[in-house]
């Protein structure tokens, strides 16, 4: 690999995760606004204008408080937890592509940080590494409560990755690629998004990424009612958030993985032509393009968590192996038919 290559690699990397964590801290405001919205309410308005600083004040706060670790708690896999959780949730970004090519001095580069051939299968991984931190964190806590909660996570992930995995197998039937910009590419057109030939498979693909994130109404890990704060129960200060910035790094990245498998990604909803650009502002256009789409998605995830109410245990189990696993394999069987009979 020369420098150039390299130095473009760790500037993707920076830029990317710059966003990234930039945009968690705002989801947060925008988690508290829209909450607010929703019940009628006033949200954080006195830190800085409209409330715009609030994040910076969470953070600073959480910067300041006293790092507590329970005597009786594994101290090694304590720390490492959270840590583990927060590196895996953005280790997945890297395969999102947000854009197709933008060009520097002659020089092109694609946008993403890492286009691979696995970009799949990378995700999957990465999400399942995800779940040690869990496990690992409410295992180490020695705590019933956050041992209920890392046994819940870990169960519910498990559960819902089947669904999720064979939702997303009938996308790469149609694409006939593992590499997310290919499947970018092949719907470059409003009538080819996969959305349209497979809603099913969207369902699925949504509610088990609600279900992987811990997000309501799947949000047994933590139930604060049942369980305190579930597996982070013993966690203060740093460490506590980065449980909380590892679950907005995963809506995020579901949010971008939905608008790039399911909504063709940067791909413009009407012709490129017609926007009467070209170069690299068609590149920006389709920068933004992706980004409303992941907004859309992620004012989505907001949106179900101050509207619904949290499932019964048994009811989660019930969705994931007995409604959701059924209507997966069925949505392969019309995708294989499609596929078959030349449709798609």
Known sequence: MTFAAVLETLIKIGVVFFVALTAVAYLTLAERKISGWIQDRIGPNRVGPWGLLQPLADGIKFMMKEEVVPSYAHRPIYMAAPALLLISALSALAIIPFGDRLSLGGYEVRLAIADVNIGILFFL???SVGVYGIVLAGWSSNNKYAMLGGLRASAQMISYELGLGLSLIGVLMVSGSLRLSQIVEQQGSFSSWNVWSQPLGFLIF?????????????????????????????????????????????MITASALMATLFFGGWQLPFPAEAAGV?????????????LIKTGFFLFVFIWVRWTLPRFRYDQLMHLGWKVLLPLALLNLIWVGIGV?????
């Open 206 to 250: 949504m509610v088990s990424a609600f279900a992987e994130t811990n997000r309501l109404p799947f949000d047994l890990a933590e139930a604060e009612t049942e369980l305190v704060a579930g597996y982070h129960t013993e966690y203060s200060a740093i460490k506590f958030s980065m449980f909380y910035m590892a679950e907005y790094v995963n």
């Open 278 to 290: 070209e170069g690299n502002h068609l590149a920006l256009l389709q920068i933004l393009c992706f």
């Open 125 to 127: 991984a990465m999400s």
């Open 340 to 344: 078959a009979w030349g449709w798609f």
